[in-house]
């Protein structure tokens, strides 16, 4: 197992090319750990199975006390040589994280994939997302993600993730992440539109961001409506299941509170942080929607609703009108 660079190292650029032997697109699977002993293996196995073989792995592991080091260490010798490596995370969050290890890796490889240390990618999920985003030219960003199984702490199936079905847009995502980054695989082109937009960025989500991004720049992303992730829910989680009444009361009670006013500004100054890299058109979506929040009410209604901003699900839009009538957006 190859360990590159020290803590404070973040200049340096990780190389990802694939063995030149073989014939079918690279993959750079980019993983985040900290403290991840309890699944890893699982999910390190799965990643082994996959039916798609020509890809390398890139952990960037957060400061972990626990065996994760280890255990990484004792899975690289199945593989080739050079075929995993480890850095040093900044130790600021998993989302610094993931924006970190997305900006160090080098643009060799043909694909690249978000994953989580406690999950269980499906043999074929690598398989399915390039043979989505292989229809797309190279130099269009696109983006690849997915529904997703619920498995509790000991792997058995408790549902799936909610199913969207609308087109997925800047519109949107303006207002909603529609996929986990552990779903997501994007090419090359958008890797470097996360990279060129991303430096020193505080974002919400680094899977919503990339939504954002990459439907704002013009890109394609693509929804996946058939579970290729088997998402594990347990008591460390920091995103779970949001189909959980529950959890959905307790979400609707923080819009009130201002929690999407607070997301919203939040991505609103990223976005603007990144214009250059936005269409035209969604340079002037992003400023109506801007302008439109700060307005007073039946202005704010009107111009929000006639812009067309939604969410994908019905109650997700009752959601997203009361936010709007009640100033909370």
């Not at 080098?106 to 690249?112: G, K, M, R, V």
């Not at 978000?114 to 030219?137: F, H, P, R, S």
């Not at 800047?170 to 986990?180: E, M, T, W």
Request: glycine share 6%.
């Amino acid at each position: 197992m190859e360990i590159i660079g020290l803590p404070t190292d973040k200049k340096s650029k990780i190389s990802c090319s694939a063995e030149p032997s073989c014939n079918h697109a690279s993959v750079a699977i980019l993983m985040c750990t900290y403290n991840g002993e309890q699944f890893l293996r699982q999910q390190l196995d799965s990643f082994y199975n996959q039916t798609h073989k020509n890809w390398v792995l890139i952990v960037s592991d957060d400061g972990s006390t626990d065996s994760t080091i280890e255990i990484l260490d004792e899975f690289s010798k199945r593989l080739n040589p050079g075929q995993l490596r480890v850095i040093y995370g900044p130790k600021k969050g998993y989302v610094k994280n993931f924006l970190d290890i997305t900006r160090r890796v080098e643009s060799t490889a043909d694909f690249y994939a978000w994953a989580d240390q406690d999950d269980i990618w499906i043999e074929n999920k690598v398989e399915a997302a390039l043979g989505m985003l292989k229809c797309y030219e190279s130099k269009v960003p696109a983006l690849y993600c997915g529904r997703t199984q619920l498995i509790n702490e000991s792997g058995t199936s408790i549902g799936h993730s909610i199913k969207f079905s609308r087109e997925p847009q800047f519109l949107n995502a303006l207002v909603q992440s529609i996929g986990g980054g552990n779903t997501m695989v994007f090419n090359r082109s958008s890797l470097e539109l996360l990279n060129r937009a991303s430096n020193g960025l505080d974002v919400v989500s680094h899977d919503w961001w990339a939504y954002q991004l990459i439907s704002g720049a013009g890109g394609k992303v693509l929804y996946d409506n058939i579970a290729r992730v088997l998402y594990r829910q347990h008591s460390k989680n920091i995103i779970g299941d949001k189909r959980n009444w529950l959890n959905k009361a307790r979400h609707i009670t923080k819009v009130f509170e201002g929690l999407h006013l607070e997301w919203n500004d939040k991505n609103i100054h990223a976005l603007e942080l990144t214009r250059d890299c936005l269409s035209n058109e969604n340079k002037t979506i992003l400023d109506i929607f801007k302008t439109a929040r700060k307005d007073k009410f039946m202005k704010r209604i009107s111009r929000l609703f006639r812009l067309g901003i939604h969410r994908q699900t019905f109650t997700g839009n009752i959601a997203l009108y009361l936010a709007i009538l009640f100033g909370k957006i």
